[in-house]
């Protein structure tokens, strides 16, 4: 008879390793499958988006070039809208979440799970974008809607003006203030040194 660890207990741990490498890798395969099928379905409900948008889309001026509309891929796809705008799906594959990166950071500017409502929103953005480049064209400075920020000359209020005054008048009023001191002065003097008067002339007096 064969003798105890040397051959039973080799295959033993032999098998034991090629199962635990086999469960391993269906471990990996099944992670990567949920992975790959969360990225479909994103996408799948992107595209669901991009076709209710594709009539707005195709309104858009050829001229107009900062819109992008365009669906990327990746670990987590997005419908882009122009350069700082896209879509997104939350992390329960549902919840559609219009997006916007500013100097502040990322602001939410709709979200929810109803497609036609996130499509709703997305078509007012662009028809502000749009009305925004129109009133820039004709010489206008103020922006079309409320989710773009207001410049800095409607932030601020205008300066009230100051009204500088002549310099002839500048040079009478520093005159009059001269000849106001030196009259008071002389009169604080003669106020103080008047009892040595009086006694100097009561010593001329014969």
Not at 61 to 67: E, K, R, S, W
Not at 138 to 149: K, Q
């Amino acid at each position: 008879m064969p003798e105890t660890g040397e051959t039973v207990t080799p295959l033993n741990q032999a098998r034991r390793l090629s199962d635990a490498v086999r469960d391993v890798k269906n471990a990996l395969a099944d992670r990567d499958d949920v992975v790959v099928d969360m990225r479909e379905a994103h996408r799948m409900r992107l595209e669901l988006l991009a076709a209710e948008l594709a009539p707005i889309f195709a309104e858009v001026p050829a001229d107009v070039d900062y819109f992008d509309f365009a669906l990327s891929s990746g670990l987590q796809p997005r419908l882009w809208i122009d350069a700082v705008s896209h879509v997104a799906m939350g992390r329960d594959r549902r919840c559609y979440r219009f997006l916007k990166d500013t100097r502040v950071g990322r602001v939410v500017l709709a979200e929810s799970t109803d497609m036609k409502a996130v499509a709703d929103q997305v078509t007012r953005y662009v028809a502000e974008r749009m009305v925004e480049r129109q009133r820039l064209l004709e010489g206008g400075v103020e922006p079309a809607s409320g989710l773009i920020r207001p410049s800095a000359a409607e932030a601020e209020p205008p300066l009230r003006a100051v009204v500088h005054p002549s310099r002839g008048r500048s040079f009478l009023g520093g005159l009059g203030l001269v000849l106001t001191g030196a009259v008071v002065g002389l009169a604080i003097s003669a106020a103080l040194f008047w009892e040595r008067v009086v006694a100097l002339i009561d010593s001329v007096k014969p």
